[in-house]
């Protein structure tokens, strides 16, 4: 399996409540996660992922139109799922 090594920034010292940006993932077996943070960092943060050829409309239900999921997300370190 061909490595790609590809960065996105989604969001860059400032307050936020979410973000509509999308990233195409199909070729990818694993992705990884890096989050900077201040020290008084305090948030939820959660992964959508979809498998329709169509983009979904994230900030919608999902629906049998309308498909994504939460993703699992885990350590690397263990392996251990984060819930």
């Given at each position: 399996?061909?490595q790609?090594l590809?960065?996105?920034?989604?969001?860059?010292?400032?307050a936020?409540?979410?973000?509509?940006?999308?990233f195409?993932?199909?070729?990818?077996?694993?992705?990884?996660l890096s989050?900077?943070?201040?020290?008084?960092?305090n948030f939820?943060?959660?992964?959508?992922?979809?498998h329709?050829?169509?983009?979904?409309?994230?900030?919608?239900?999902a629906?049998?139109?309308?498909?994504?999921?939460?993703?699992?997300?885990?350590?690397?370190?263990?392996?251990?799922?984060?819930?």
């Amino acid at each position: 399996m061909q490595q790609r090594l590809e960065q996105a920034k989604l969001f860059d010292a400032k307050a936020a409540t979410g973000t509509t940006k999308a990233f195409p993932v199909a070729d990818w077996k694993n992705i990884f996660l890096s989050l900077f943070t201040a020290s008084s960092a305090n948030f939820t943060m959660n992964v959508k992922i979809s498998h329709q050829v169509a983009a979904p409309d994230f900030s919608a239900a999902a629906s049998v139109t309308n498909q994504w999921a939460y993703a699992q997300v885990k350590l690397t370190i263990n392996g251990t799922g984060i819930d």
